[in-house]
């Protein structure tokens, strides 16, 4: 506080005084950073206004005209509010099927003695993985939506950074980490997210954050409904024969699909 008074104190009496009446006002910033709006600020001062950012107590110290003083408090009743949140909602969805069938022909025995066997199979797999996990973020800030942790595989990951020179050379990785960056930005009902692939590498010298920026997206989604986001998947088949089907023949065939859903909600309190 005798901080603060000094600064007032500094204002009012080591400052010659304008052809123009002068006058000091503390205004106190509740939602907004000191720093940051004195910046926004100071184009609106008068050649002689000065304004001062209080930043341990989040307050502007400014001296200039009364007409200069009564605009900027109108611009600060409307700037200085808290921003609004958003819960981004994240689905992770992936299917995979396999099956094969075998058919095989056995012959066996001596010249009078003839033996034929065969065998026949079939199988199948399948396997669904889904989960769900949520984020709040405030508009306008950035988050990071986690998708793999402390990943020991890491040459995929390295090839791909050090190709799109995403990574200094010689870096030595031990883990890998997989995610999404958010950056949501409240507009009315609707938010405007954009997306971007996120790596971590950890290594002996500390943690190296990556963003894919060539592969950001940008979105407008009203509040509540379901974006997808990502969607791919493969299928194959295979088939093994013997001489056409007189000794046997063996089939596989396999599928796998995966998705990922954005669902942003913005928080009402």
């Known amino acids: 506080m005798r901080y603060l008074l000094c600064l007032i104190t500094f204002f009012c009496l080591g400052v ?17 950073p000191a720093e940051s709006t004195a910046e926004m600020i100071r184009p609106m001062l ?55 069938s075998v058919l095989a022909v056995g012959v066996g025995g001596t010249n009078r003695n003839v033996v034929v066997s065969g065998t026949a ?45 995403l990574l200094p050379p010689g870096v030595a990785v031990q883990t890998v980490g997989t995610g999404l960056a958010v950056e949501p930005i ?10 971007t692939p996120w790596m971590s590498f950890q290594g002996a010298n500390g943690v190296a954050e990556v963003l894919v920026n060539e592969a950001s997206t940008s979105l407008a989604v009203p509040s509540g409904q379901t974006v997808q986001i990502s969607s ?23 599928s796998s699909s995966a998705s990922v859903t954005l669902r942003p909600e913005i928080m009402n309190y």
């Open 232 to 254: 791919g998947g493969y299928s194959e088949q295979v088939r093994n024969q013997s001489f056409g089907l007189i000794f046997g023949s063996a089939t596989r065939t396999g």
């Open 16 to 32: 010659p005084t304008p052809a123009q009446e002068m006058e000091t006002r503390v205004f106190v910033l509740n939602a907004r």
């Open 46 to 100: 008068s050649p002689d206004g000065k304004v001062f950012p209080e930043t341990r107590l989040n307050k502007l110290v400014i001296r200039d005209t009364p007409e200069v003083l009564a605009k900027i408090e109108s611009l600060l009743k409307e700037i200085d509010v808290h921003a609004p949140q958003v819960r981004i909602f994240v689905n992770m969805n992936g299917v995979a099927q396999s099956s094969g």
């Open 121 to 165: 199979g079939a199988n199948s797999t399948s396997g669904q993985m889904q989960s769900e996990q949520n984020l709040v973020v405030m508009s306008g800030e950035k988050g990071v939506i986690h998708f793999g942790r402390d990943l020991v595989t890491v040459g995929p990951y390295v090839q791909f950074a050090n190709g799109m020179g």
């Open 186 to 195: 409240v507009v009315g009902d609707v938010v405007r997210l954009k997306v």
